[in-house]
């Protein structure tokens, strides 16, 4: 096949860079209690920080019951559920999962799953794309760069193009009108990346609806425990990760994908249905799997191949631990500790939080004119400070997982910053 493409084996190995194409030097092989050791030995070296990250993957509470049920065997070796007679249990599983993610964003269909927010956001952008025939991408300026190299890398021959913000960090309307002519889609997100909200989703979703556009909307799943989710968005994406799955390093994550009933078969994943046997029995099954394994791939919605069912499981046992006040109270602790820790950091001297004048969630940005040394002098006192975005400014993250006293600590450390 090589010589038929004129390539050799070499040709496979290309893009490994060249000062990585050499002998590596291994250790000799240890026995299992010698490996044991050297782990132990290994982990001695992590250090317990107290932590404000966040920017995608945060630190939520979860439930000790979900990791015990994930747990079962029922769940975690049924990967496809391919033979629904087998498989109803974890069908099932599935098909609440869509139904609670549905009840979460108000939209009137869900996949089960996709990787994450960013491939998310790309295949929403493609659905776009399919369904008006347009190539012009909009979104917010203020993105994470991770979701964009993402949605960029899966639509390398679409213009993706981003509006501008007012000084208060809010969609700037008449740019957006500027760019909306031709545009397959509009994407905001709620809260933004910087995590203020956004005040004018209904115009945004208006501008977009009059461009014959779709209107695309980023969640965090929490904040819709308080924050209305909007009614004139076409798609409804977001990460399930704040939904009972720990941080892991950064992963794995959940992809939320939920759109109109209009737009269900050009939605990509597969998606769980309930249906009736000849005996009149109740059952599950997999009524749509539009990826290109199944059928022709000219036909397919998408090309991504699996999905995150056991994430997605998690999702549902934790929606359905919390409730409706339940995901409001933690909303609300969320917002409330944000916003205190923000104020409190404002009053510091040389330290500005947040960036943009508005209503925040749980998290926000702190400003200082060498934040660098801020962040090191954390490290140095074992806290974790925010994401750095550039040399001034930092996103920080609080949740319901910080205690007041947490938050004491945090600000009585910057109070002894000096530079």
């Known amino acids: 096949m090589l010589s038929q493409m004129n390539m050799s084996m070499k040709d496979l190995f290309s893009d490994i860079p060249d000062n990585l194409k050499k002998s590596i ?29 966040g920017a995608g993957c945060y630190n939520h509470y979860i439930p000790s019951h979900i990791k015990e049920l994930l747990s079962r065997s029922e769940f975690y070796t049924s990967y496809t559920p391919y033979q629904p007679e087998v498989s109803q249990g974890m069908l099932q599983a599935l098909f609440e999962y869509q139904s609670l993610i549905c009840d979460l964003t108000g ?55 981003k509006v501008n913000h007012d000084k208060r960090g809010q969609i700037d309307l008449e740019d957006l009108k500027d760019e909306a002519h031709n545009a397959s889609g509009i994407y905001v997100e709620q809260p933004s990346f910087y995590g203020f909200l956004q005040e004018t989703l209904k115009s945004v979703g208006e501008i977009a609806h009059e461009n014959n556009a779709l209107f695309v909307v980023g969640v965090d799943p929490i904040s819709l425990g308080i924050i209305e989710p909007e009614r004139s968005a076409d798609i409804i994406i977001g990460d399930g990760q704040c939904l009972g799955l720990p941080q892991n390093f950064g992963g794995p994550l959940l992809g939320i994908f939920a759109c109109k009933r209009e737009l269900l078969r050009k939605m990509p994943g597969r998606i769980i249905g309930m249906t009736e046997s000849v005996s009149k029995e109740r059952g599950f099954v997999m009524t749509l799997q ?37 995901l409001e109270k933690v909303a609300e602790i969320c917002m409330r500790n944000a916003n205190y820790a923000m104020r409190k950091i404002d009053e510091i001297s040389g330290f500005e939080s947040p960036v943009f004048d508005a209503v925040h969630f749980k998290e926000f940005t702190v400003r200082h004119p060498d934040y660098k040394k801020v962040h090191e002098y954390l490290l140095e006192n074992g806290i974790q400070g925010g994401v750095v975005l550039d040399k001034t400014t930092a996103l920080y993250c609080v949740t319901e997982m910080h205690s007041q006293s947490d938050i004491q600590r945090f600000i009585e450390t910057l109070e002894g910053f000096y530079v």
């Open 290 to 326: 539009t990826r290109e394994q199944h059928i022709r791939r000219e036909k397919a919605t998408s090309n991504i191949c699996t999905n995150q069912a056991l994430c997605a499981v998690a999702a549902a046992m934790y929606l359905a631990t919390m409730g409706k006040q339940g």
């Open 25 to 53: 030097a291994l250790p000799p092989p240890l026995s299992d209690l010698d490996i044991t050791r050297e782990i132990e030995k290994l982990t001695q070296k992590n250090k317990k920080v107290l932590s404000f990250l």
């Open 107 to 161: 939209m009137d269909v869900c996949n089960s799953s996709n990787y994450d927010w960013a491939t998310s956001l790309a295949e929403a952008a493609l659905l776009c794309e399919r369904v008006t025939g347009k190539k012009k991408f909009l979104i917010p300026d203020i993105i994470s760069p991770l979701r964009e190299d993402v949605l960029k890398t899966y639509v390398p021959d679409s213009e993706i193009v």
